[in-house]
């Protein structure tokens, strides 16, 4: 399995400050990310209040900072982490099939955004997933919803289409959503409609930080960190809107810069 010093969870400016920070101490990162679509700053049209940069809009202003990630040696996976557990040693993430551990870990996965279904945290891992990667095989020839939240839905659709599943893709902004099922998933209900289905693939652009990583103290949706961007699990640290409110750029590329330096002091 692949070590490295340092894994970051998500790519946007905090992320991305924080790897930047690494590898100018010359440490081993892997940033992991979803879309960069995903991103809250990919969203913003112009940004006058980020020192330096007036006007600029959020996607030059993030393809900017991935050319530089990628010129500073850090390592970048696509993908969604779905779990992450603290180990002996470290850390070990799940990214889909693939696994990567670390010394140190940083999350910065944006603002918790999301609702949770009827039935959800019931039905999970009894015809609700998060990995179409991961658990579409299982479903086979049966009828599967995915719940398209993020920007890629559409390629996992396709994937779970090419081996044999037969699949429903629902855009469910604006729409009431249930999960029906006692012991396992036998419908989705969308506006008072049932769909049968075998799995539905709840496909959002993040995962709660509480459903990540287990005993990670959260208030109101933010993870509770010090200064230092220390949280309650040691060597976890937290940067950016993940940690509450300003949701700023330039908040968020300060507290990742701290969140490496924290990180460094422990490798
Ligand atoms: C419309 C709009 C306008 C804005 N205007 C301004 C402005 O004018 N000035 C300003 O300073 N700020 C503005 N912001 C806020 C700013 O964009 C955010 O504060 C900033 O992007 C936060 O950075 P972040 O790195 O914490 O999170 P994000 O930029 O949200 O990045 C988080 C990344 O983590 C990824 N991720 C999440 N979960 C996982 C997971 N489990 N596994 C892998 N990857 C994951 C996501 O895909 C995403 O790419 C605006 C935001 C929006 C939406």
Do not use: W
Not at 51 to 64: D, I, K, Q, W, Y
Not at 81 to 99: P, Q
């Amino acid at each position: 399995m692949p070590q490295y010093d340092t894994i970051i969870i998500g790519g946007g400016p905090a992320g991305i400050s924080a790897a930047l920070t690494l590898r100018a101490m010359e440490r081993s990162v892997i940033v992991i990310s979803g879309d960069s679509k995903d991103s809250g700053l990919y969203k913003a049209k112009r940004i006058d209040n980020y020192p330096g940069m007036p006007g600029v809009s959020g996607e030059a202003m993030l393809t900017a900072m991935y050319a530089q990630l990628s010129a500073s040696g850090a390592e970048l996976v696509r993908g969604i982490a779905l779990s992450a557990v603290k180990t002996k040693k470290g850390f070990m993430v799940s990214v889909g099939n693939d696994a990567y551990q670390s010394r140190t870990l940083i999350v910065a996965v944006g603002a918790a955004k999301g609702v949770v279904y009827e039935n959800e945290d019931k039905l999970l891992g009894r015809g609700v997933s998060y990995c179409a990667v991961c658990d579409g095989a299982l479903y086979k020839n049966k009828p599967v919803v995915v719940l398209a939240l993020r920007s890629d839905a559409e390629e996992e659709a396709e994937q779970l289409r090419r081996i044999g599943c037969d699949v429903t893709v629902i855009d469910p902004k604006g729409k009431k959503i249930a999960f029906i099922g006692d012991d396992k998933l036998t419908a989705v209900k969308v506006d008072g409609e049932e769909l049968a289905a075998a799995c539905v693939f709840v496909l959002r652009a993040a995962i709660a930080p509480a459903a990540l990583i287990s005993g990670l103290e959260i208030s109101d949706g933010a993870i509770i960190a010090d200064r230092l961007g220390r949280t309650s699990i040691e060597g976890l640290f937290a940067a950016g809107d993940c940690g509450g409110k300003p949701y700023q750029v330039a908040k968020a590329v300060g507290e990742g810069q701290i969140a490496a330096y924290s990180a460094n002091d422990l490798i």
